[in-house]
């Protein structure tokens, strides 16, 4: 195995699906601001993702519509001053 490819930065951190509430507790070094008190009592770093395996349609055998925050007014909210100056 190569010497010093890994990340030195792990630690335990919660991973939340915000579209069904479920919540997980793993190794990671990604970054975050946010905090979560878990069911052992301690304080974890907080990710929030969009979609787990306990709402992903393949997963569940379920359809189901998640509103993601308004995704689409964000990115047309985001692009509307280059395509009103292009016009």
């Not at 919660?14 to 793993?26: G, I, N, P, Q, R």
């Not at 569940?60 to 689409?72: C, L, P, V």
């Not at 047309?76 to 395509?83: A, C, D, S, T």
């Amino acid at each position: 195995m190569k010497a010093d490819i890994h990340p030195k930065n792990y630690r335990m951190v919660v991973f939340k699906d915000f579209s069904c509430d479920y919540a997980f507790l793993t190794r990671s070094c990604a970054n975050t601001k946010q905090t979560i008190k878990w069911e052992d009592g301690n304080e974890y770093p907080l990710i929030q993702i969009e979609i787990s395996n306990m709402s992903h349609p393949f997963f569940t055998g379920k359809m189901k519509f998640i509103d993601t925050a308004g995704r689409i007014d964000k990115f047309q909210k985001k692009f509307e001053k280059k395509l009103t100056t292009k016009k």
